[in-house]
């Protein structure tokens, strides 16, 4: 298809006014239009505004007219993240030197959570004809591939045909109708009164901004740029300055090629009767808004409202499966109280609260900081950090050996000292670790309410950042507060004794089998090789921690020397595998933003995973729920497609995915279906009832069905579809 141009388009006008001239001359005249292909989508047919062949003519005026049923669209040039423009095949065509295909502003069409550019009701997209023998008889063959979608999608494949004999007479309705769609294509050049026109796209190629100064002021636009193949945009923020003259729109880039050089190309619309297209010059910094939007600030009914989900969801953490850890530790603290007073017992507590609390605000300030800066931010991302991961382990590894009794901590005799005095026979620094860690080990969980918590501080104000941090703490932090509040009930732990031994083993155990969890993740965010560099490390840095035949005073400096070349080298030598989606029970598919949209438009209900190693909720809600029946039956059938989106690693398409979602932790899992294009969200803890009953809701009506039965049967284009579209 060749996109047209302004001399083109002039062109086109004069030969339609040349046509429209001998509406002045009497004559008898037969409109000349193509046989119609009507199906339950489209009406399609070839249009002219000539019935005939003037002498000496070189080019005719058409058009390819299509009248679509009601809530069907097809779609534009570019036509967004998903969809195919129309696709016109002339080769069967007598006395055709060459036909321009224009387009006429598009509308903006959102589904599935995706921007898409088309049309609906009706569209004329103007065809200029030239011929290869003026003045001669015209056999116009089409052969056109469309796409037609409502709520579900169904490729059109069919042919036209129209011929135009020699003579001078033309079809009065047909060339108005021309005319109108043809007033409808934007213009370029002097005509789009454009006086300046900026782009940039960040260092990132996360935002697209644009700046357009104009002769006529805008009213209502709407904004559409071209930035090539497989790059795809969300929703503008569009904003007007200088009385309307100047527009500056900001896009949210959702995928982006990085071979694409080609300067975005973008058309305005507003309203009808208002059209442009201009390529902008690339700016090397982003165009500055012409004003700023002061954020709606929640009242303080929601504020509160929100620290009590904020506290519930922290409350739910310690029921989480990754409370076996977190449980080890708090059992551990238990234990400790055992002969200390009331009033130690109770400051003791309050110190692993205090860790609980601190962890929690460190927490907040850095995601808030990461946030103020641009970097991606969310609840449990730190396990996507080899870094993090491996000074985890290092650390569970030495809690692990020294519950099996391979060694014991000691710390220099001065500070020892000076602990006992200020805080009693064992000082408060191990409860406040024990805190500290404690809530570390919570954030691979997600519980109900967290989600929304999390939600709204990170979308908000450092003040919402605050509170919901704080009042997640608090509720982590509960068991503690509660022994702190009520020391006496510690009186209920049995009396020291050899079941200390055993349970101090059972804990050592727990403890194992985190550190071997953490070990797995590991495997999956840096690879097999920086994994066993760093067990082998470890396993050294344990065997001089224990070793008696190392002198006391080198173990500390050999085992910190040993640490910080694990940590140092776990990034380096990081090679992360691809994810194998298709191991397991569920014959799961690639997470792509854009299948979803794709597969729903064929009728199919998708179910959207998104999961982690790190994330022990997302490990239970599979092996408790996806992967038993009757839901590992229903996510294996016919017409319903798993689809996995492995967040073990840092994936901008993931992350951009959960934002539009307004979601910023895991686990995520939503259901996509014809009758449910925008998707159903389910529960962070999933149930079997629930599940079901989503994918039930989402799949296709019975009216649906008949439909993409009686349509698709006679298609030819399907694969084409999946081909271009993939």
Request: net charge negative; proline share 7%; hydrophobic share 50%.
């Amino acid at each position: 298809m060749t996109i047209w141009r302004s001399p083109i388009r002039l062109a086109f006008c004069g030969t339609l006014a040349a046509a429209m001239f001998w509406l002045l001359i009497p004559f008898a005249a037969t409109a000349e239009v193509s046989v119609a292909h009507k199906v339950t989508a489209v009406e399609a047919r070839l249009i002219s505004a000539e019935d005939a062949v003037s002498a000496e003519a070189q080019t005719l005026s058409a058009g390819l007219d299509l009248n679509l049923a009601d809530g069907w669209k097809t779609y534009w040039r570019s036509p967004g993240e998903v969809g195919i423009p129309p696709q016109i095949d002339w080769s069967g065509s007598t006395n055709v030197a060459g036909v321009d295909f224009l387009w006429p502003a598009p509308e903006r069409f959102t589904a599935f959570g995706i921007e898409n550019f088309g049309y609906h009701d009706e569209v004329v997209f103007p065809l200029q004809i030239t011929l290869k023998d003026p003045g001669e008889p015209v056999e116009l063959r089409a052969n056109v591939k469309l796409l037609t979608c409502s709520a579900v999608c169904v490729p059109q494949d069919f042919d036209l045909a129209l011929s135009l004999p020699q003579g001078n007479s033309i079809d009065q309705v047909s060339a108005n109708r021309i005319g109108a769609f043809l007033a409808r294509v934007p213009a370029e050049g002097g005509a789009a009164g454009v006086t300046a026109a900026t782009s940039h796209i960040n260092d990132d190629f996360t935002r697209l901004t644009i700046e357009i100064a104009a002769t006529t002021a805008f009213k209502t636009p709407d904004v559409f740029p071209e930035i090539g193949d497989g790059n795809t945009l969300g929703k503008p923020d569009i904003r007007l300055g200088a009385s309307g003259r100047t527009l500056w729109a900001e896009f949210p880039i959702l995928a982006y090629m990085a071979d694409t050089d080609a300067p975005p190309r973008v058309t305005v619309t507003d309203g009808p009767d208002h059209a442009l297209t201009v390529t902008p010059d690339r700016a090397t910094t982003a165009p500055t808004p012409p004003f700023s939007i002061d954020r709606v600030v929640p009242g303080i009914d929601q504020v509160i409202w929100i620290a009590i989900i904020a506290f519930l969801g922290g409350l739910i953490l310690n029921a989480m499966p990754c409370v076996l850890p977190v449980l080890s530790i708090k059992l551990s603290s238990a234990l400790k109280s055992e002969g200390r007073g009331n009033a130690q017992v109770r400051a003791g507590f309050l110190a692993a609260a205090a860790g609980v609390m601190v962890f929690m605000w460190a927490l907040a300030a850095v995601l808030f900081a990461l946030q103020k800066i641009g970097v991606a931010v969310g609840w449990g991302l730190q396990f996507q950090s080899p870094t993090f991961l491996v000074l985890m382990l290092l650390i569970l590894g030495l809690f692990t050996a020294n519950l099996f009794g391979l060694f014991e901590f000691s710390l220099p005799a001065a500070l020892t000292t000076r602990l006992m005095k200020a805080g009693g026979t064992a000082g408060y620094g191990a409860d406040f670790a024990t805190g500290f860690f404690g809530a570390v080990m919570a954030t691979p969980c997600s519980a109900p309410f967290l989600g929304t918590a999390i939600a709204f501080a990170l979308a908000g104000r450092v003040i919402d950042i605050a509170v919901v941090f704080t009042f997640l703490g608090l509720g982590l932090a509960s068991p503690y507060l509660l022994v702190a509040i009520v020391p006496n009930v510690v009186r209920f732990v049995p009396k020291p004794g050899r079941w200390m031994i055993a349970l101090k083993a059972g804990l050592g155990i727990l403890l194992m089998g985190t550190a071997a969890w953490l070990f797995y993740v590991l495997l999956g965010v840096a690879g097999s090789r920086a994994a066993l560099t760093v067990a082998s490390l470890g396993a050294v840095m344990l065997f001089i921690a224990a070793s008696p035949w190392v002198p006391r005073s080198l173990r500390w400096p050999f085992g910190l020397a040993l640490a910080a070349l694990a940590v140092a080298a776990a990034p380096f030598l990081a090679t992360p595998a691809a994810p194998d989606a298709q191991a397991g029970k569920i014959a799961w598919v690639t997470f792509d933003r854009g299948d979803i949209a794709r597969r729903v438009s064929r009728g199919e209900v998708v179910f959207v995973d998104v999961t982690a190693d790190w994330c022990l909720t997302c490990k239970a809600n599979k092996a408790l729920v996806l992967e038993r029946d009757p839901v590992l039956s229903a996510l294996n059938s016919s017409g319903v497609t798993p689809m996995l989106a492995d967040w073990t690693r840092p994936d901008d398409a993931i992350t951009r995915f959960l934002e539009t979602n307004n979601r910023y932790g895991i686990p995520f899992n939503a259901v996509y279906g014809p009758s449910a294009p925008e998707g159903i969200t389910l529960s962070e803890i999933l149930s079997t009832q629930d599940v079901l009953a989503a994918l039930h809701a989402a799949r296709p009506g019975a009216a649906q069905a008949t439909l993409i039965e009686d349509d698709v049967k006679v298609s030819r284009f399907g694969n084409t579809l999946e081909q271009s579209a993939d």
